[in-house]
């Protein structure tokens, strides 16, 4: 049914909610925009970043959000996939 293997896909939809995730994170950190649902959106990136000083640059800063991201993200959908699989075969 689909070309991508699972674990591709796993890794394709987490960095695709990664790279949306840095275009808002550099729009809301260039232009101090408020952006609807970006806080919800981003937060295991943010979440990440509160056990780091806040005199960190920005380069870093948005690599630790997006480590975040990517982590959460790919996470959640590896646990979905995984539930739908056993659930389904049943």
């Given at each position: 049914m689909f070309l991508i293997r699972p674990h591709a896909?796993?890794?394709?939809?987490?960095f695709w909610?990664?790279?949306v995730?840095?275009?808002l994170f550099g729009l809301d950190y260039s232009w101090q925009l408020n952006l609807p649902g970006y806080q919800l959106f981003a937060?295991?990136?943010?979440?990440?970043?509160?056990?780091?000083?806040?005199e960190l640059p920005f380069a870093t800063k948005l690599l630790l959000l997006l480590v975040g991201q990517y982590l959460f993200y790919g996470?959640?959908?590896w646990v979905i996939r995984?539930?739908?699989?056993?659930?389904?075969?049943q």
């Open positions: 896909r796993v890794a394709t939809v987490a909610v990664s790279a995730t840095l275009v937060q295991p990136g943010v979440f990440l970043l509160g056990f780091f000083s806040e996470a959640c959908w995984h539930l739908w699989h056993r659930y389904a075969d």
